[in-house]
């Protein structure tokens, strides 16, 4: 499965785009658990070995958290498939890492650890800027269903508003509060994590198709949104 692209990596918008980037002071800082708890989790709900949260900056895609694959803080923005992955409004599903696949990048780092598989949603902030993506990555040739995309996509979406709070409690100063949200999300995030690995140890994976799995997938994410929304609304 392989996805068309346009014709340039760098979209027409590309300054707006960096500009809400850049707003968000979240480039090229250091890790912070909340994500690293979001990317844990990702990586089991789809039976992955890497999964990450990505920024695509000018020339280079910062990894704000990596799952998996310690020591990369990112690649080349030509390297990466999150700069390719971006330019699209639906999420991105590639089964191999040919040149042939995405010809907007090179993909000899891919190809250098044996990676054939990324699947990624954009992370969308209010304005509707796509600023980079949380993307699950294997090293088997595998497809998404329709359901797994959905779950991607809304993923994407909670990692973030967890950074536009992040940097609206950091504008205002609020460090402690920050870090307090950032524990009763992990809290949630961590019994999230703890269903993931009942459900892959009893089935081997984690069945979007079934009903009862998926609807249990459901209330985890709401209950993760319902946290995030009541922390917003606090901050006005």
């Known amino acids: 499965m392989s996805t068309p692209f346009p014709a340039s990596l760098i979209p027409v918008h590309d300054a707006a785009r960096l500009r809400t980037l850049h707003q968000y002071h979240i480039v090229n800082t250091t890790p912070e658990p909340i994500f690293d708890a979001y990317t844990a989790w990702a990586a089991q709900l789809f039976n992955v070995p890497i999964s990450l949260v990505s920024l695509v900056d000018d020339d280079y895609v910062w990894f ?66 796509r600023v980079g993506m949380l993307a699950v990555i294997g090293r088997e040739f595998r497809t998404v269903t329709d359901k797994e995309k959905a779950v991607l996509a809304r993923l994407a979406g909670l990692v973030s508003q967890t950074i536009e709070l992040r940097a609206r409690y950091l504008e205002a100063q609020q460090t402690e509060e920050w870090e307090a949200a950032q524990a009763e999300l992990a809290d949630t995030l961590d019994e999230n994590s703890a269903l993931a690995r009942y459900l892959n140890s009893r089935n081997g994976h984690i069945d979007f198709e079934d009903d009862e799995v998926a609807q249990l997938i459901e209330r985890r994410l709401n209950g993760l949104a319902k946290v995030l929304q009541r922390r917003l609304g606090q901050l006005g």
Do not use: W
């Not at 993909?107 to 598989?117: E, T, Y």
């Open 64 to 129: 704000k958290s990596v799952a998996g694959h310690a020591g990369i803080p990112g690649l080349p923005r030509a390297e990466s498939m999150c700069s390719a992955a971006i330019l699209l409004d639906e999420p991105v599903v590639t089964s191999d890492y040919k040149p042939e696949s995405c010809t907007l990048i090179k993909p000899d780092v891919a190809q250098a650890i044996g990676l054939k598989f990324y699947a990624g949603a954009a992370l969308q902030m209010p304005n509707g800027e």
